[in-house]
């Protein structure tokens, strides 16, 4: 192998939050653990972060990348200067990002491509530029294997090309479930009775995630549960919708609902620790790695019963999966009920969930088979 061996990674954005985000941060820190002990060299362009040199920290490894501010054309050039340095591979962190690496290719026709997806990015037919673009990928990466079969089914991927390969859990977030009385809360988070728990990006090109219907079937069970408690946590245009239904559902004006913000990882951690169920009825995850952390601290997970949460959540065993809510809001306030009432049922489940995240998505896991993509194409 030439010294000057690269992979190039091309992310949207390595400093915000959300799972496509945090799958980035994980796939950089995967593609450097590769690289180093190889003597290759690894370089990193973000589409959306902030212009110029930035640095961020995963598993103790410092991550060095230029952000471009979605400056799309210096991305672009950047790209194709990186890929004329002699880079055999590049690793596209979205599909939408599979245009540059099949433009660089053109002038470096040795050029390898890995294409990470992550869910309902590609369960709607891509445009025609941005189906070939991604076509022209040696290895697609998909996070669940409903992702994969509309991989298939939708964008006319070969099945060949396609490496299912979970997305893992943060080591650091593990220390915290480890020791989790130890995680002050944030101030305004509930004081006593059972907490239910969603954590997620609150947009209105978003909703899909169903935190209105966790609203609506809070407000229900308050009936029957006059003591409980919702906490949304995370940003988003559509925050100010979800406290106008709140307030509609007079869980404002009774203490019931908490929004949380801009939360540092421990007060998040806190807050998965403090409550008694975690739900996100959400029907376009592709994977999902919010059920992961909750999992990690023993917690029931409740998701519907499509696309990536499917691979997350087994019926029964680590959660309960229910019917999408806008279809039929019936599951989902009986199986929060069913668990709110049961708490030999939330212990038994939280356990179960805890050992699958040790046991399944391991950084170690995830590293040995992207390792195996990238070493395979590189020969």
Not at 32 to 46: C, S, V
Not at 140 to 168: F, G, H, M, N
Not at 214 to 225: D, M, S
Request: net charge positive.
């Amino acid at each position: 192998m030439p010294t000057n061996t690269r992979i190039v990674g091309l992310f949207p954005d390595l400093l915000g939050h959300g799972g496509v985000q945090e799958a980035g941060r994980q796939s950089a820190a995967a593609l450097a653990a590769i690289a180093t002990p190889r003597g290759w060299e690894t370089e990193y362009l973000a589409l959306n972060s902030p212009a110029g040199a930035n640095t961020l920290t995963v598993r103790d490894r410092t991550i060095s990348f230029t952000g471009f501010q979605r400056a799309k054309i210096q991305f672009v050039l950047a790209t194709l200067r990186a890929s004329r340095a002699g880079t055999p591979l590049i690793f596209a962190g979205h599909p939408n990002l599979a245009q540059a690496a099949s433009l660089a290719r053109r002038f470096v026709p040795n050029l390898k491509i890995v294409v990470a997806t992550h869910g309902i990015d590609v369960w709607q037919p891509l445009s025609l530029s941005r189906r070939r673009a991604l076509l022209k990928a040696d290895v697609v990466l998909a996070p669940s294997s409903y992702t994969a079969r509309k991989l298939v089914s939708t964008q006319d991927v070969p099945e060949s090309k396609i490496q299912c390969i979970a997305w893992p859990l943060e080591p650091e977030f593990l220390k915290l479930a480890a020791a989790p009385s130890q995680l002050p809360p944030p101030a305004n988070f509930p004081p006593q009775g059972p907490v239910i728990l969603a954590v997620g990006r609150w947009a209105a090109t978003e909703r899909y995630k169903g935190a209105d219907d966790l609203i609506v079937a809070t407000a229900k069970l308050r009936a029957k549960h006059p003591t409980l408690s919702l906490v949304l946590v995370g940003t988003g245009d559509d925050v100010p919708r979800l406290k106008q239904i709140a307030a509609s559902q007079s869980l404002t004006s009774s203490g019931a609902i908490v929004f949380l913000e801009n939360l540092p990882r421990p007060e998040l951690a806190a807050c998965y620790a403090r409550s008694d169920v975690f739900a996100l009825p959400s029907t376009g995850e592709g994977f999902g790695i919010v059920y992961l952390e909750a999992m990690a601290f023993a917690k029931p997970v409740i998701g519907v019963a499509s696309g990536g949460t499917l691979d997350l959540i087994r019926d029964g065993t680590n959660g309960l999966l229910v019917a999408p809510p806008k279809e039929n809001a019936v599951p989902l306030y009986e199986a929060l009920d069913r668990l709110l009432s049961d708490l030999a049922l939330r212990n038994y489940l939280g356990r179960n969930g805890t050992a699958i995240v040790a046991s399944e998505y391991s950084v170690s896991a995830f590293e040995q088979t992207l390792q195996g993509v990238v070493t395979k194409l590189l020969g």
